[in-house]
């Protein structure tokens, strides 16, 4: 599962960011993460005034994972939660990119997440926003050279080359995962504008059904 941990500062900028890809679940990483991440940055959990979590999409599990300890963290620190978009942070892997972005996390069932975003002025607005859909119904809607990246271009590489020709670029190996530095970014900006969530009522964005509330919905 890919996933991670960052520390950002409103003046010192980005302190420390740990970046998780392995096959164990989150749970069994995330909190070692968490601390690791403190220790080396001489930090205690009680120095952080916010706490910035991804809320989708994305892998259902790792979501829940991912909210369900920060609001732990906020529950046990008193300090405020903020949401950011999964897709939103990992457009920032590419600002001032000449070509709209494309990028796709796998969402199983011959489908992916995605949304493009074309960078303007200082920021990225949404060409399309986040969706789950075949990689070919949107690959039709795409006239111009893009830039892809995630597990789905990866996993669709063929498929967007077949469907997209020379009008089709790849991010490097180190960008094609979301980072957790962005979140902390895009959370720290918005924790400034007081945008804060409320914990208790903040829930993933799946963009579709889980496969558990499909079969309970058929059940019923």
Sequence with gaps: M?????????????????????????????????????????LKLDDLDVFAVAIGPGSFTGLRIGLSTVKGL?????????TVPTLDAFAWNFP????????????????????????EGNDFAAVVECVSVRPETLLDKLQEKVLFAGEGAVLYREVIVSSMKDRAAFAPPDKMVPSPANVAMLGLEKAMRGEYAVASGTVPFYVRKSEAEVKWAKKI
């Design 2 to 42: 890919l996933g991670g941990v960052a520390i950002m500062d409103d003046k010192a900028g980005l302190i420390a960011e740990t970046r998780l890809n392995v096959k164990t679940t989150h749970s069994e990483r995330l909190m070692t993460a968490v601390n690791n991440t403190l220790i080396q940055s001489e």
């Design 74 to 82: 906020s529950y046990a620190t008193g300090k405020p939660v903020v």
């Design 96 to 119: 001032y990119c000449t070509y709209p972005v494309c990028l796709m996390l796998d969402a199983r069932k011959s489908e992916v997440y995605a949304a493009v975003y074309r960078w």
